[in-house]
């Protein structure tokens, strides 16, 4: 009953460095994100995508790229890490739905990234 | 352009009290879903009901219950006889009702600390 996985849970990058995060959900859901969470400012749309193939941008995608090969994952890349990087980040997925869009996402458990 | 208001950063009470989370949205969409989730000491999300704007019957579900009032934009949550594990960061999100992909706005989420 894996749901959303995240890897890694945890990491400590320098500026500069580049990293992936993994995102890889079992549901066979059509719509995958990327959020970030920082103190004060709750979760913010990095990226998303609506299919295999397909990705589009959120509210703060400025410094990270994401691909969608596979339907099952949704990676993000950091180029080149920053110390404004430092967050949590959760990915989230959810089914296409038909007429209704009920907007229940699925999260994962996050992922720690600290920048130094 | 829409918008979650979650006013109450943090919010203490003992045990056993009643708490009351507050959530003010604004949207211009005439139909949409409103969303709470919760995010444990532990990190992941857990979502916890979704209410769409046609219906503002209340909802209880244990000790939890949710008043949906469309006239003042506002959708709370009330935690009665709290208990220690109720301690969380609670989050509010709005969702339009235009079908596909989510573009769900959350609020800047409620810290709530249940004391023994």
């Known amino acids: 009953n894996a749901g959303v996985t995240q890897t890694p849970k945890f990491r400590v990058l320098k500026t500069g460095q580049s990293m992936t995060l993994l995102c890889a959900q079992d549901m066979n859901h059509e719509y995958m994100y990327w959020y970030r969470q920082d103190p004060g400012m709750g979760l913010r749309l990095i990226h998303y995508s609506v299919g295999e193939g397909t990705t589009a941008k959120g509210e703060v995608p400025d410094g990270y790229n994401v691909s969608r090969l596979k339907k099952q994952n949704f990676l993000l890349g950091l180029e080149s890490a920053a110390p404004s990087q430092t967050s949590v980040y959760f990915c989230a997925s959810s089914p296409r739905t038909s007429g209704a869009n009920t907007g229940e996402l699925f999260f994962g458990e996050g992922s720690r990234l600290t920048v130094l | ?116």
């Open chain 2, 1 to 116: 352009a829409q918008k979650v208001t979650q006013a109450q950063t943090e919010i203490s009470v003992v045990e056993k009290e009643d708490v009351t989370l507050d959530c003010v949205y604004e949207t211009r969409d005439t139909t949409y879903y409103l969303f709470w989730y919760k995010q444990p000491p532990s990190g992941e999300l857990v979502f916890l009901i979704r209410r769409n704007s046609f219906d503002e019957q209340n909802e209880i579900s244990g000790r939890y219950s949710w008043n949906f009032q469309k006239s003042t934009s506002s959708f709370n949550f009330t935690i009665t006889a709290s208990q220690v594990v109720d301690s969380a960061v609670y989050f509010c999100a709005l969702n339009p009702y235009s079908g596909g992909y989510q573009k769900v706005t959350f609020g800047i989420g409620t810290k709530l600390q249940v004391i023994p």
